[in-house]
């Protein structure tokens, strides 16, 4: 996947993280976003300091990734990855 914005994830990047991502909800619709791109949003958002809602236009809406960063959050996901990158430097 091509590089945006510095913030964004390198396909190595994304080959630790992938696999942390929980699938879709069951009973539920499917996922119609694409994960990576919505962590692009978040690390996006992170790094520069701007509000959910002043995210550039070419990500979708702000509450797409405010959804997700917030789910990820109270669900122990964001830990789960840094200790992963965490697990990936050290080594």
């Not at 190595?12 to 962590?39: A, D, F, K, T, Y």
Request: proline content about 8%; some cysteine.
């Amino acid at each position: 996947m091509k590089r945006i914005y510095e913030s964004d994830l390198s396909d190595q990047e994304w080959s630790i993280i992938s696999p942390m991502i929980p699938p879709s909800r069951p009973g539920g619709r499917p996922r119609r976003v694409n994960v990576r791109h919505i962590l692009n949003a978040i690390f996006y958002l992170l790094k520069t300091g701007c509000q959910w809602r002043m995210l550039p236009k070419n990500f979708s809406p702000w509450g797409t990734f405010h959804y997700y960063f917030r789910r990820w959050r109270l669900e122990g996901g964001w830990f789960k990855i840094h200790e992963e990158f965490l697990s990936h430097i050290f080594l």
